[in-house]
């Protein structure tokens, strides 16, 4: 029977991290592929950039944490949907009655595989919810390859099901830019998170022994709450619990103090100060230990920034050969791959590259797919 419903829960489209980006994005993408298919958008408050779709509904559900799931139940119940789909949350697939057919994405399996580097709660919510969200789901999409091989290799039951790829894309708002509202320095790599799975300390250790002294840091996140505290940089690997190798030297440490100078926290930025930030970057650094897929690499791209990202997880089947690759618990490499990107021939190959790399990704491409399976 052709789906001739599909309600998407888009409450997380309004956020600014990658689950919201990728909701808003999908469910975008899938409204101008299906307009003969009517979608009914369950959400807390109207998102204005879902205004203007004539074969979409917004739904306001009321009510607070389960309340508003228990609330969206019952509206289904009186007002059912052909297909449900889940971009972000697995509360309702898992408790949906059974003749509801739902599909969930699943974006990374972080809660089971890296539980001490995500939030008690939702850690406890996904533990939870997404066992009994896979038993009932109908269609699981995965955001990578390597998120579906971790999902196999958690939930065997998993390889019974029908499991698909829709991966990620760049938004269209990330773009080259020639703006220079920032104050920057002149000359600096740019890191993306402070979580500690983000491996920031691999990185300020790199820049220690590549002893730069133009050479600076800019981090799009809030500083470390003890970071005050630390006296000498190996400290704050210590902290991240990422780096493992041997004690600098003590003429490292002697100079920390002059070290703190290039290192700053830029807090939360905006799209435009991102697009920035990207464009004027030497390069993008992105030691990730864990990525469910890993958007910065590719927006760096799009911006012709040349990245260097972890040879772990989903990184590597994101950038193909348009980055380099390193291991990311070996500071010698990341260096050294910091030293040859500072080279302006070589940075320039890899911009280019880069460039082709994140046109592979569309989210018209994974909203077809989505759009095929469930129809």
Known sequence: MT????????????NKDGKGSYTLEIVKALLKEAKNTKFLLFTKTPNPALND????????????????HLNLLS???K?????FIAPASYIYPAFAPLAQKTAIIVHDLIA?????????FPTFVEKFTLPKAIKKAKWIFCISQNTLKDLHNLFP?????????????VSQDIVYTKSQKMDLPEKFI???????RKNLGLIVDALKLLNDKDLHLCVAGLRPKNYEQLSHYEQLSHYEQLSHHEQLSQ???????AMADKIHFLGKVSQSQLCELYSRAKMLVFPSLYEGFGIPPLEAMVCGCPAIVSDTSSLPEVVGDSAIKVNPSNVDELKDAIKTLLNKDIALAYSRKGQKQAQVFSYQTSAKTILKAVS
């Open 3 to 14: 789906t001739k419903s599909i309600g998407i829960d888009i409450r997380a489209g309004t």
């Open 157 to 169: 039951e998993t390889k019974k099901k029908q499991a698909l790829i829709a991966s990620p894309a």
């Open 251 to 257: 003429d490292t440490q002697n100079s920390a103090s």
């Open 190 to 196: 740019f890191a993306v998170g402070t979580l500690p």
């Open 75 to 77: 509206h289904i119940k």
């Open 53 to 68: 779709y004539e074969n979409a509904k917004q739904i306001c559900i009321h009510g607070w944490g389960p309340f508003w």
């Open 79 to 83: 007002d059912p949907v052909d297909v």
């Open 112 to 120: 089971f595989l890296h539980p001490k580097d995500h939030p008690f």
